[in-house]
């Protein structure tokens, strides 16, 4: 049987669902009751679980917000190059227009 390496206090995140209170599960009805080792491992592993989903989540959250940034910086440039594109053409111009005909 694999062995599941348990998580120390200072690697549980804050406000995970494991940062609290260790859980406890009654066995539900018409289950066979598990060996106290194997009722262990079956916690640790929810609790990893569960620990993972709430990173998942804040990962989730935090690209959202880097998304939303990534986008309002893509329209920002795109401003900016339409800008200097207006300004590289006034200045064709002025040079076309100083230059001597001949």
Known sequence: MAEVESLSPAA????????????????SEGSRPLAGDTWELL????MQI??????LAKIL?????????????????SENARFLRT???LL???????????
Do not use: I
Not at 50 to 55: E, Q, W
């Open 12 to 27: 549980v995140p804050e406000g995970s669902p494991s940062a609290g209170p260790r859980r406890t599960r009654a066995g």
């Open 43 to 46: 916690e640790e592993v929810e």
């Open 50 to 55: 569960g620990d993972a989903a709430f990173s």
């Open 61 to 77: 959250e935090a690209t959202s917000a880097v998304s939303a940034q990534v986008e309002e910086l893509a329209t920002k440039c």
């Open 87 to 89: 300004w590289r053409d």
């Open 92 to 102: 064709r111009e002025g040079y076309e227009s100083l230059k001597p005909s001949g």
